[in-house]
């Protein structure tokens, strides 16, 4: 699929999830087309700041798409990392992977996860870990399928944004999705963009910034467009391909906010530090 090009079909933008207060830090961009003021919430990774004008907006929500195996989850745990440091409050959804793994992925970036989450600024919705768990207590009286209808429902999902949303005195809030891919492939698509409209107000009311990863060439690329559409930024990875010793690939910025980005490729390499960008555009 390519999101890219003038046949890609973008709509006006449509949050996926919830978003921050604006803090002291928030920088502030003026568009030359808008008198209006909009506040962006750097991603501390310089590339990426650069190309976005300052960060993502507020609200917003991020779509990060690109297929298995591409980095992904590494970039967005480099986000958290940096949305920490910064002193926002971070609600993640762990649905590939168990909240263990993806602590011990924010730990190697020297964050000190069990300290932040007491402080109340780092939350774990452990959808994988209620998923296994369901399976273990009822097979093989269950189909696996109706145990993972039964453990990804939309009404808690909701539950949880809506009480991260409302919570008072927090700083800018981040909501991530790691990933939505799995709502695509148990649930019919007009559910899943129900869900998507509902926590469109939950972004406003937070003003928060959302980032959902969906994974490209396992659903209809029908669905991917629609995700593309509706998100107000979109990310596009791509896996380097013919080099099996070193993971990494080429990131676009295919758009951010209320301005269209003519975003060049970076590459990037996955090591043990973290995921490292070239300076310099893919020509």
């Known amino acids: 699929m390519s999101l890219t090009g003038a046949d ?46 300052g960060g993502f907006p ?39 992977d168990p909240a263990d793994i993806v602590k011990l992925g924010l730990e190697d970036h020297h964050i ?28 093989p009286k269950m189909d696996p399928s109706e145990i993972l209808e039964e453990t990804l429902r939309f009404q808690d999902l909701l539950a949880y944004g809506r009480s991260f949303a409302l919570k008072p005195g927090m700083g800018p809030k981040i909501i991530v999705m790691d990933s939505i891919t799995p709502f695509f492939l148990l649930t019919e698509a007009r559910k899943v963009f129900q869900y998507v409209q509902v926590m469109r107000f939950a972004t406003r009311i937070a003003r928060a910034v959302t980032i959902a990863i969906l994974h490209t060439e396992v659903v209809d690329e029908s669905l991917e467009n629609a995700t593309a559409n509706l998100a107000d930024g979109v990310i596009e990875m791509k896996k380097r391909t013919g080099e099996i010793l070193l993971k990494g690939g080429t990131m676009k910025v295919l758009r951010i ?22 300076n310099s555009p893919v020509i």
């Open 112 to 139: 000190a996860v069990d300290k932040i989450e007491q402080e109340g600024r780092l939350e774990f919705v452990d959808m994988f870990s209620l998923g296994a768990q369901k399976l273990a207590e009822s097979l």
């Open 257 to 278: 906010g209320r301005n269209p980005i003519m975003s060049r490729g970076y590459f990037y390499q996955i090591t043990q530090q973290g995921i490292v960008f070239s």
């Open 58 to 96: 507020r609200p917003s929500a991020i779509a990060l798409m690109g297929p298995i195996g591409s980095g992904k989850s590494s970039l967005v745990r480099e986000l958290v990392t940096n949305f920490i440091r910064q002193g926002c409050s971070l609600l993640y959804y762990c649905i590939d």
């Open 8 to 53: 890609s079909g973008y709509k006006p933008p449509f949050e996926l999830g919830l978003v921050p207060v604006l803090s002291r830090s928030a920088s502030l961009k003026r568009s030359a087309e808008d008198h209006r003021i909009e506040a962006l919430q750097p991603t501390g990774i310089p590339i990426l700041d650069k190309v976005t004008g």
